[in-house]
């Protein structure tokens, strides 16, 4: 899965939840759970896309561990929803899936980017001995 497509579904995450929070039961108790659910979720895409831009591989990694919490976080007030009565689990199923594989993606990135940090630096250590021989 490349960038795009990331970038493509963590935004149709975002207005899935925004469509959900508008058709909750207006209580206290829902809206503040929606107005929280609504930050992390749409903070999800915003930061993915920073992460895109990010200006070194630490940027990157530092970003995407963003990515990483906010997900988890819309998990949590997914199932706070749930677990509340606000609404049914079959309502939000595939919302809750897709936010738990968003984590798994932002995870497997960090990974991925810690890893090839670790294979790169033997291989500058190594370039710049050969440059100071020379």
Known sequence: MNADEIKKRTKAFALQIIRLA????KS?????IAN??????????ANYRSACRARSRADFIAKMG??????????YWIELLVDSGSVGD????AMLAEAREIVSIAVSSIKTARRNAVAEKPRQSTTRNQQSAL
């Open 22 to 25: 508008d058709d909750l039961p």
């Open 28 to 32: 206290r108790s829902a809206n503040v």
């Open 66 to 75: 963003i990515v990483e919490e906010e997900a988890d976080e819309s998990v």
């Open 90 to 93: 079959d309502q939000v199923s």
């Open 36 to 45: 929280q659910l609504m930050r992390s979720a749409t903070s999800v895409g």
